[in-house]
């Protein structure tokens, strides 16, 4: 079965500040999803990561995926007020490899 | 474009009611769809899957039932709400090997 671990799951942080939340998976996949939630909203994707060694930016926000160490990170660097939101890893699983397996989700506060 | 509709964005039924929540895409074929179950303040629990019309596969036995009547209609539904089915569902679509698409959810509140 496969398993997709988050830690944090929760995580107070100043804005300016940087910080990394992890992602880390069972199984072999080469791809990985990043979805952004905003309390009582639905999951908008972030990023798609389909290869090892892949890395997207996009504004404050950096994906990057290791598939040998199964391991992606989602970096954070000086936060803002706005980037307040639960963040969800993803990866592809089932026999045809279509469904999601989420992991629990980071709940970030960026505090003023 | 794709887009994903569901609906209603909010319910609040009472404990034995029935229940019946509607989804579907626009501006593809053949998508995989999903419905998943968040409760508060909780991950992301997939409730079902179908990967064409009429199938469907359950991923945790429960109160609910799912159907795929047309292509890109996915409908949830039961028969008798217990307090327990309260919580904030999700309908996605996807293709083999690709991220999924998310519908706005439904809050649900059974009372």
């Known amino acids: 079965e496969l398993k997709v671990e988050q830690n944090p799951l929760f995580l107070s942080m100043q804005e300016g500040k940087n910080y990394t939340i992890y992602c880390n998976y069972s199984?072999?996949?080469?791809?990985l999803y990043w979805y952004r939630q905003d309390p009582g909203k639905s999951l908008e994707s972030l990023f798609v990561?389909?290869?090892?060694?892949a890395v997207k930016q996009e504004g404050r926000l950096m994906a990057s995926l290791d598939t040998k160490a199964r391991l992606s990170t989602l970096h954070i660097t000086a936060a803002v007020h706005d980037l307040s939101a639960t963040y969800f890893c993803?990866?592809?699983?089932?026999?045809?490899?279509?469904?999601?397996?989420f992991g629990k989700g980071t709940k970030l506060s960026v505090i003023p | 474009s794709q887009t994903i509709h569901q609906w209603p964005a909010t319910l609040v039924q009472p404990v034995g009611s029935p229940l019946s929540l509607e989804c579907t895409v626009e501006g593809t074929s053949n998508p995989n769809l999903y419905w998943y179950r968040q409760a508060a303040g909780r991950g992301l629990q997939l409730l079902f899957y179908s990967v064409g019309i009429g199938q469907i596969s359950s991923e945790v036995p429960q109160n609910l039932s799912a159907s795929r009547p047309q292509d890109r209609q996915f409908i949830l539904s039961s028969k008798k709400l217990l307090l327990s089915d309260s919580g904030f569902y999700l309908c996605a679509w996807n293709r083999q090997n690709t991220e999924a698409f998310f519908g706005q959810g439904t809050r649900l509140t059974v009372v």
């Open positions: 990561l389909l290869s090892n060694g």
């Open positions: 199984t072999t996949s080469d791809r």
């Open positions: 993803a990866v592809n699983t089932g026999a045809g490899s279509y469904q999601l397996t």
